[in-house]
Structure formats: structure tokens, C-alpha cells
């Protein structure tokens, strides 16, 4: 099993910045190797990908909506995994989600991810 909690979320005026932080833990995520992925979803509208990190970090992929703006990173060490966004919008309103999936290498589809926490509200206000 693998146990996700995220954090980091609020409300934030557009142009502004928020870090994510989502904490991993359970004996699978201890034995397996691990992608992970960042989703979010708005009220009335279905899970969509943000981004997705390969088991070490080394490889990473982005929605082209956020691309240039989200940073996503992971820190094995700490069973960690991070999305720094700037230059915020309206439209990033939603609840975000971090997910896991067993396997090293990048996915895109939330059903790719039989992992996920509770989700983190970000808002963020014109």
C-alpha cells in the first residue's frame, strides 16, 4: 500500500506562487519503484493531468496548460514529491491531487494511478 498526504494549498491573488507538497509512505512505496503525478479537478469538471515524474525525478512531464509555469520535483529521500507553480491563474482553481503508480516511468491517465491522497484546495482569486 502506499499512504499519500498533500499540503500546501490556500488562496492566492493571480500572478502569485504556491508550493504543493505531498508526503508518501507504506511498504510498497518502500519496495516498488514508483511514478507519481500530479492532478487536479474543478467543480463540474472531470480529473485532469498536470504533471508526472518518473521514479528518480530524472524525467518529468506537463500538461501544456501549466507548462512554464509548474515545476514538479520529488525528493526520494524524504518520500516527497513537489509542485511549485507560479504565475497563477484563475483557471488553476481546483482541487490537486497527488497520485502514485507502480513502475518507473511517466503516466498521463488517472486510471494508470491506483494511488491517491485526500486532494489540497487551491484558489485563486482575479
Known amino acids: 500500500q502506499v499512504q499519500l498526504v498533500e499540503s500546501g494549498g490556500g488562496l492566492v491573488q493571480a500572478g502569485g506562487s504556491l508550493r504543493l507538497s505531498c508526503a508518501a509512505s507504506?511498504?510498497?512505496?518502500?519496495?516498488?519503484?514508483?511514478?507519481m503525478g500530479w492532478f487536479r479537478q474543478a467543480p463540474g469538471k472531470e480529473r485532469e493531468f498536470v504533471a508526472s515524474?518518473?521514479?528518480?525525478?530524472?524525467?518529468?512531464s506537463y500538461a501544456d496548460s501549466v507548462k512554464g509555469r509548474f515545476t514538479m520535483s520529488r525528493d526520494n529521500r524524504k518520500k516527497a514529491v513537489y509542485l511549485q507553480m507560479d504565475n497563477l491563474k484563475p483557471e488553476d482553481t481546483a482541487v490537486y491531487y497527488c497520485?502514485?503508480?507502480?513502475?518507473?516511468?511517466?503516466?498521463?491517465?488517472?486510471?494508470?494511478?491506483?494511488?491517491w491522497g485526500q486532494g489540497t484546495q487551491v484558489t485563486v482569486s482575479s
Open positions: 515524474t518518473n521514479w528518480n525525478g530524472g524525467t518529468t
Open positions: 497520485a502514485a503508480a507502480l513502475g518507473p516511468g511517466l503516466k498521463s491517465r488517472p486510471t494508470e494511478y491506483p494511488y
Open positions: 507504506g511498504r510498497t512505496f518502500d519496495s516498488y519503484l514508483i511514478g
